[in-house]
């Protein structure tokens, strides 16, 4: 396996991206949930970091939200692995994760993953979160036409995919929404750990947000 296609593969998907789901998202992923599953791996599991790696850079390639035609996306995907020699074993294992690890896909039940999957999936939630949260929030807001703020619109609890994609809100909503929850929904102690700094610094952010509003 060459890295640097896989890496081209995913510039030439995601670049130009304005929602927070650019090429740099996907390779911070690929940062963090390396630092988890080292944090998290034990001597007698197998190493699966080519698995990790891929579904980390590849995860956002197939999303409904960000491509016309998943389907096809994921034919694309195969094809991509194909031509890098990984085996049929490990691709079942990518696009599995991939398929399952969305928050979407968890609303209503949560979906198994194995512990590579889980790594990946804290990586994605904590780039959701803390600082470099904050800034995708708003960015994918404005993608939107999203407005940031309006005391009319209540947060919801939000039980299924079509609620969490359509309904009307904003995005300071979106912290109490779903962000300001990622926490309590982290699979690794190490992303437990990090998430509880990540959304002390959106609860302090929020704070003032509200205090400047008065």
């Not at 670049?15 to 789901?21: E, L, R, S």
């Not at 940062?31 to 988890?36: G, P, Q, T």
């Not at 926490?183 to 302090?204: H, P, S």
Request: with cysteine; proline share 2%.
């Amino acid at each position: 396996m060459q890295l640097s296609h896989i890496q081209k593969f995913v510039h030439q998907k995601m670049d130009g991206d304005v929602t927070g789901h650019d090429y740099w998202h996907a390779q911070r992923v690929v940062n963090l949930a390396l630092r988890l599953y080292q944090q998290e791996q034990t001597q007698d599991q197998v190493d699966n970091r080519e698995i990790l790696i891929l579904a980390a850079y590849l995860h956002d390639t197939i999303d409904d939200k960000l491509v016309v035609d998943p389907n096809q996306a994921i034919v694309e995907v195969k094809s991509l692995l194909d031509q890098e020699g990984i085996s049929e074993v490990n691709q079942a294992e990518i696009l599995y994760i991939i398929e399952h690890m969305s928050f979407s896909a968890n609303l209503g039940q949560k979906q198994p993953l194995s512990l590579i999957g889980q790594c990946v999936q804290d990586a994605d939630r904590l780039d959701a979160i803390g600082a470099i949260g904050i800034a995708r929030a708003f960015a994918y807001g404005g993608a939107h036409q999203q407005v940031i703020y309006d005391p009319e619109i209540s947060p919801i609890e939000i039980q299924d995919k079509a609620a969490y994609r359509n309904h009307p809100s904003t995005s300071i909503n979106h912290f109490y929404e779903k962000l300001l929850k990622l926490k309590d929904l982290m699979n690794t102690k190490a992303g437990y750990q990090e998430a509880i700094r990540r959304t002390d610094y959106m609860q302090k952010f929020l704070q003032e947000f509200r205090d400047e509003i008065v």
